[in-house]
């Protein structure tokens, strides 16, 4: 059976860090930071190294690579945008909608994950969708339900229907899209990011429902989630903002299981969520406000999880 967490990840530590022009046609989170592209740059690197050493001192295994000097690629902390790993000894390569973040997609990082004695026997490449124009941003745009085979996709410029149908028929998922939009700065904004809204764990969902615009498709969400022996932990629209929903949990080496998000994240819960978070797992915070702001990602986005087997 397929597991839901994993005790291994792969981060990718940013050398050209920066405010992406491309991807900002779509992520309305994006923000101008005010200092030196250089300043953005060496703050980016030092959170994800941050990162790599809170999940290292907790017994989480991290296979760490280092940004493409060369390439100049703006987004490439966000490897989830990109990459996944399967439990059937597979990867899938991802189409991504920006021009400057296709080099992303590198062979030597698939070298170093067999080094790291993961075997890797197919990659099931989807990335040609791009010149169709349609695009699959990875775990960013999926959310899986790796143990109850469902899959979510909030759809989105960055999240095409028929390229998800696709893959969780590859996969034998059931899958689940939705229309999903939040409230920001006086507009009502669609969700470019699945995990933007939704997070899954092992006995728990954090989900943000009143962002799913149709009501049917908002109550088909919970009960699929609940039917699948998940306790639904609701978020509001001001939570997933605050990227709530981009926590990701992960498993130490010894088998205890960590809730790992961004501190900024962990400041808008309530005591009441903190609580019932808490009941189920540890939660480990890390500060990454250039990342959230300049990039207008988080930890999901940051974070992919290796569900090789070794």
Same mark, same amino acid.
């Given at each position: ?71 100049k690629t703006p ?29 992303? %997609? ?49 759809? @989105? ?30 507009? %009502? %904004? ?67 299981k960590l809730l790992l ?43 992919? @999880? ?5």
């Open positions: 059976m397929d597991k839901q967490i994993a005790n291994t990840v792969l981060l990718i530590e940013p050398l050209n860090f920066g405010f992406n022009n491309e991807s900002a046609q779509y992520n309305f989170l994006q923000q101008q930071a005010g200092i030196s592209n250089q300043e953005i740059s060496a703050l980016a690197r030092t959170e994800l190294c941050c990162i790599a050493a809170a999940l290292r001192a907790k017994g989480v295994n991290v296979i760490l690579v280092q940004d493409d000097e060369f390439q987004s490439s902390v966000f490897v989830a945008s990109w990459i996944s790993f399967h439990e059937d000894s597979r990867i899938v390569a991802y189409p991504i909608a920006c021009e400057n973040r296709k080099s992303e %997609r590198r062979g030597d990082i698939l070298s170093i994950i067999v080094d790291n004695d993961f075997p890797v026997y197919d990659i099931v490449d989807i990335s040609t969708y791009e010149n169709e124009g349609k695009f699959l941003h990875g775990t960013e745009s999926v959310v899986f339900d790796r143990v109850n085979k469902v899959a979510y996709t909030a759809i @989105s410029p960055v999240s095409d229907a028929s390229v998800f149908s696709e893959l969780s028929a590859k996969y034998g998922y059931f899958p689940i899209s939705f229309s999903a939009a939040l409230d920001h700065e006086g507009e %009502r %904004r669609p969700v470019f990011s699945t995990n933007l809204v939704l997070s899954i764990a092992d006995r728990y969902a954090i989900v943000c429902l009143e962002s799913i615009s149709n009501r049917e498709e908002r109550g088909f969400v919970r009960k699929v989630l609940v039917d699948g022996g998940k306790r639904i932990v609701e978020i509001t629209q001001e939570q997933a903002l605050k990227f709530v929903g981009s926590a990701i949990q992960l498993q130490k080496v010894n088998g205890e998000m961004s501190e900024g994240a962990y400041t808008a819960l309530s005591g009441v969520q903190i609580e019932t978070l808490r009941s189920f797992n540890e939660i480990l915070t890390v500060d990454i406000p250039i990342m959230e702001q300049v990039g207008g990602a988080s930890i999901g986005s940051v974070v992919a @999880s290796v569900f090789l087997p070794k």
